[in-house]
C-alpha cells in the first residue's frame, strides 16, 4: 500500500472515530426529576408513539423472557425496539421481575434502557428504567382510561387490585390528567401493601373517600373503573357477574381475568400478536375459542376512530407494554438531562475505534 494510501485511510478512520457518540449513564434521581409533573407531556408522546406505531413506523419484536428453573417466579425479559418518524431512536429494555424482592421491601421489578443512535447503531446512554417503565405503563393506561370512558359516564368510583409502584404511578398519570374520584377503592392480599397505599393517597390529598376492601370481589363490584396491577401468574378473578355493572377495566398485569370474563366484554389491545402469548388472559381466551374474534380493535383503533366503544359492556383494556413507549420516554429524558447540561458522560466508553490499531 502507497503512504498517499495510508494516510487517506488513517484519515477516514480518524473521522469515523469523531463520529462516535459519547456515552452517557442516567440515574433514577435523574430520570425522576425529569418526569416529575410531566404527565400531561408524556401522555401526548404516548399517544404519539401509538399512532406511530399503528402508521408502521416501528420495529417491535416480540419481547425474550429469560427464566429460571429454580426461581420460577422470577424472569427477565429484553424488549428490543426501533422507533421511527420524528421520535426516531433504537434500544432495548432489560427488565426483571423477582416478586420475593417485596418480602424486603425492595420493589418487584428493576430496569435499565439502552438508546443507539440509528445512524451509527452505537449505544450513547444508558438510564434507570424501572421509573421510565412504570411511567410509560402508568400514561398508557391514563390514555386509554380517557379514550376508552368517551361514550359512557366517567367513572367516578376507582378500584386499584395490586398496590405496589405501578398502581400509584397510574393513580398519579390519572389525577394529573384530570380525573377525580368520589371513592377509591383498594385491595391486596399484603395488607401492608394496602395499607402503605392508603398512605400515598392521604399524602397526595386524594379527593373522595378511600376504602380497602377485604376482598377482591368486594372492589371490582364498588368500582367503575378498575385498575389490575398485580404480580399474579394466572387467572384469579373468575365470576363474570362480578362485572354485571359493566365496569372499564385496566388490565395492566394481563394474568388476572379468566377468559370467560373477557368473552363477556368488549376487548382492546396495545398490540395483538404481543398480547396473544405467553399465557397472558387474551391469550388463554385465543387458547379456549380457537380465535381471535372476541378482540374489538387495538387502541391505535380507538385513538383514529376507527373502532367504536360500546357502553353497554364491560370494557377491556390489556396492554402488553411496547418497547417503543420506553424508547420514547428514554429519549425524552435524555434529551431533557442534556438540555440541562447534566449528562454523566463516561469518558472513553468506546475505545478500540481505529480499524487497525
Not at 40 to 65: D, K, Q
Not at 88 to 99: A, E, M, N, Q
Not at 253 to 260: H, K, Y
Not at 292 to 299: E, H, W
Request: some cysteine; overall charge negative.
Amino acid at each position: 500500500m502507497t503512504t498517499d494510501r495510508m494516510t487517506t485511510d488513517r484519515m477516514t478512520t480518524d473521522r469515523m472515530t469523531a463520529a462516535a457518540p459519547s456515552f452517557s449513564v442516567i440515574s433514577g434521581e435523574r430520570v425522576q426529576q425529569v418526569l416529575h409533573g410531566r404527565e400531561s407531556e408524556i401522555a401526548e408522546l404516548v399517544e404519539a408513539v401509538y399512532l406511530l406505531h399503528g402508521a408502521g413506523e416501528s420495529v417491535n419484536p416480540p419481547s425474550f423472557f429469560l427464566r429460571f428453573p429454580d426461581r420460577p417466579a422470577s424472569r427477565i425479559i429484553a424488549l428490543p425496539a426501533s422507533l421511527g418518524g420524528p421520535l426516531r431512536v433504537d434500544g432495548l429494555k432489560w427488565i426483571s421481575s423477582f416478586p420475593d424482592n417485596t418480602r424486603s421491601g425492595l420493589p418487584r421489578a428493576s430496569a435499565v434502557l439502552i438508546l443507539n443512535d440509528p445512524e451509527t447503531g452505537y449505544p450513547f446512554a444508558c438510564l434507570e428504567s424501572s421509573v421510565i417503565s412504570a411511567t410509560r405503563t402508568a400514561a398508557s393506561a391514563a390514555l386509554a382510561a380517557d379514550r376508552l370512558s368517551r361514550s359512557r359516564p366517567r367513572p367516578t368510583r376507582v378500584g386499584f387490585v395490586g398496590t405496589g409502584l405501578i398502581a400509584r404511578y397510574i393513580h398519579t398519570h390519572l389525577t394529573a390528567t384530570g380525573w377525580e374520584f368520589e371513592e377509591t377503592g383498594v385491595y391486596d392480599v399484603s395488607s401492608r401493601s394496602a395499607a402503605g397505599f392508603c398512605g400515598y393517597l392521604e399524602r397526595t390529598g386524594a379527593k373522595g373517600r378511600i376504602g380497602v376492601h377485604e376482598d377482591a370481589e368486594s372492589v371490582v363490584r364498588a368500582s367503575d373503573l378498575l385498575v389490575f396491577a398485580t404480580v399474579a401468574a394466572e387467572p384469579h378473578i373468575h365470576d363474570p357477574s362480578w362485572f354485571a355493572h359493566r365496569p372499564l377495566v385496566l388490565h395492566v398485569s394481563l394474568r388476572d381475568l379468566d377468559p370467560r370474563i373477557l368473552l363477556d366484554s368488549a376487548n382492546y389491545v396495545d398490540d395483538v400478536e404481543h398480547c396473544l402469548k405467553a399465557q397472558t388472559s387474551p391469550h388463554l381466551a385465543e387458547q379456549l375459542t380457537g380465535g381471535r374474534d372476541f378482540l374489538d380493535g387495538t387502541l391505535h383503533d380507538v385513538l383514529t376512530g376507527r373502532v367504536s366503544v360500546p357502553d353497554d359492556r364491560t370494557v377491556v383494556f390489556s396492554p402488553f407494554g411496547l418497547g417503543v413507549l420506553d424508547l420514547a420516554v428514554g429519549r425524552f429524558v435524555h434529551d431533557e438531562v442534556a438540555r440541562r447540561g447534566g449528562l454523566d458522560v463516561v469518558e472513553g466508553f468506546f475505545h478500540e475505534l481505529r480499524r487497525y490499531g
